[in-house]
Structures are given as C-alpha cells and as structure tokens.
Nanobody
Framework: QVQLVESGGGLVQHGGSLRLSCAASGRTFDVYAMGWFRQAPGKEREFVAGIKWSGRSTNYADTVKGRFTISRDNAKNTMYLQMNSLKPDDTAVYYC?????????????????WGQGTQVTVSS
C-alpha cells in the first residue's frame, strides 16, 4: 500500500499564496503519475494539476493555469502545489492522488491512492 499525507493548507486572503505538500510512504515504487484534486462543498471532486514521474510533463485545469505550479521531488517522495493569486473560488479541500501508471488523467478513477485532504480557504 501507499500512504499519502497532504500538508500546507490554511486560511489565506484573496491574492495570497500557499504551498501544499504531499508526502508518499510505503510502496512508493508503485507510484508514477501524481495529481492534485479539489472538492468544494456541494460539488464534485475536480482535477487541478497532474505530473508524470519525471516531473517534466505536467497538466493543469484551465481554472488554475498560470497561477498554480505542480512539482515533485522523487528523492523525497514528495509532490508540491504552489498556489499563487488565490481566489475565493479556490476554496476547497485539496487531495493528493497517485497512480500506478505514468499517465496524467483528469479522472478521479484513474488514481489508485488518495490522501485525506487539506483544507484551503481563501477569504475575499
């Protein structure tokens, strides 16, 4: 099994920044592509950003493109999400996800492993 633990969430003002981290442990050799998803109250979980194992290939939702940056450090088994120019609409629980294939997908069902989530709240 793979365990994923997110950290770095919190309360920030409109226009502020946060950096989320996702630490993987356990059978990390089974982790290839990884991604960030988010879920706001009353809404479905949605794709935010994804990254392949090498870190050289990334994908972003249109709503965060140009504001968020995904990265990973395989030596530390950690993935990051730098979030800048935050808006109230970014308020959600952010989840880290990992796949046992090296394909970045926007679909929830593609990812085998999930973290418990970290709350991000952006005040107006």
């Amino acid at each position: 099994q793979v365990q994923l633990v997110e950290s770095g969430g919190g309360l920030v003002q409109h226009g502020g920044s946060l950096r989320l981290s996702c630490a993987a442990s356990g059978r990390t050799f089974d982790v290839y592509a990884m991604g960030w998803f988010r879920q706001a109250p009353g809404k479905e979980r949605e794709f935010v950003a994804g990254i392949k194992w090498s870190g050289r290939s990334t994908n972003y939702a249109d709503t965060v493109k140009g504001r968020f940056t995904i990265s990973r450090d395989n030596a530390k088994n950690t993935m990051y999400l730098q979030m800048n120019s935050l808006k109230p609409d970014d308020t959600a629980v952010y989840y880290c996800a990992a796949s046992n294939t090296n394909t970045v997908s926007t679909m929830v069902y593609h990812y085998r492993y999930w973290g418990q989530g970290t709350q991000v709240t952006v005040s107006s």
